[in-house]
Structure formats: C-alpha cells, structure tokens
C-alpha cells in the first residue's frame, strides 16, 4: 500500500458524516476530495495552500465530484489556519492532514516552509476534537525536506502527552523516502 494509500486508509477509520476535516496542504487537490467524501453533504472541509494553481485544481477535481460546496478553499499558508476556522468549531475538528513538500508538476522551489509548518502542526493540536487525527506526510528526497521532517519530529517528540503516535520512518535506505506519522489526540 503506497503511503498516500495508507493515510486514507487511517482517516477513514475515523471520519464520518457530518464531521469537519482540513487539508492543511491542498495541492492537487486529492486528500481535499477523499476527505469531502468521508464527511459527506452535512460535513465541512477546510483547505489551504499558497498557490492560486493548487487551489485551482482541487477546485475543478471537487467540481468534478460534486462535492465543492462543503469545501472551504482558502489561499493562505497553513500557519494561518486557525484564523480561517470560525471560532466555534475550534476544538471540534475530527482530521487534519499535512502532505508537506511542494506541488507535483510545479515549481520545486515553492514548497512548505519549517517554521510554518510547526506554526501549523501547534494550530492543528488545538483545533483538534479528543479522538480527532493529525496525518503528517513528510517528504525529505528534495531540497529542504530532510530539514523540515526534523524540524516536524522535534514537534512531534514534544507531543505524548497529548497524543498516541504512530510512525513509520523507513530506516537504512539509499533513498530519502517520505516519513508518515499518524496522531490521535488523547
């Protein structure tokens, strides 16, 4: 099971209809529209991204599937999430997923940043429902990536107090393959 394959498999044992998801990393748009699908026509989606092309595409994939009106896109980095939740569904959100690096089939030089994404996992702690699930896909074969999955396993080792994690972190590899890390909120 590819990785992209395995954190669906994980969201989707947790959300249901009705539920409130966010894609702190839109992208092409393909976990924005698996998680529209898991929360159905009564739940919310929120999605971010930086690049205008990013949220146009999962635009149109959402379109494609019917599914845009219960998705929120928003052009903004994801260290700013919290200030486009409104206010009382903080603490309420039942999954939010971080694919983090940079757009496939774009310029390679946008890409998430460290000091925003750690911004972003402390907003997606907060906003998080008891039960809820935090999805970080990291991935390090490109520039500043190896940096960034550090900068996310120094956050992530802070956290057992208020989370249960899972990790798989390939280890001996001639590759810098990607790193996933599946939370649930105690």
Not at 116 to 137: D, V
């Amino acid at each position: 099971m590819r990785l992209t394959e395995r954190v669906h498999h994980d969201l989707a044992q947790v959300l249901q209809h009705g539920d409130c998801a966010i894609d702190a990393t839109a992208g092409n748009g393909h976990d924005t529209l698996f998680l529209a699908q898991q929360v159905g026509i009564h739940g919310k989606v929120f999605a971010f991204d930086i690049q205008p092309t990013a949220l146009e595409q999962t635009k149109l994939r959402l379109q494609e599937h019917q599914l845009l009106d219960g998705v929120q896109l928003h052009l903004s980095n994801h260290a700013h999430m919290a200030q486009h939740i409104p206010a009382h569904l903080h603490g309420s959100i039942r999954a939010i997923t971080f694919n983090l690096g940079y757009l496939p089939g774009a310029e390679h030089h946008i890409q998430t940043q460290a000091h925003n994404t750690e911004q972003a996992l402390q907003h997606a702690a907060n906003l998080l429902t008891k039960g809820g699930i935090l999805s970080i896909l990291a991935y390090t074969g490109h520039v500043g990536g190896r940096e960034e999955a550090d900068c996310v396993q120094t956050w992530i080792n802070t956290q057992s107090i208020h989370f249960d994690i899972q990790q798989h972190i390939p280890k001996n590899t001639l590759k810098s393959p990607p790193e996933y890390t599946y939370m649930r909120k105690k």
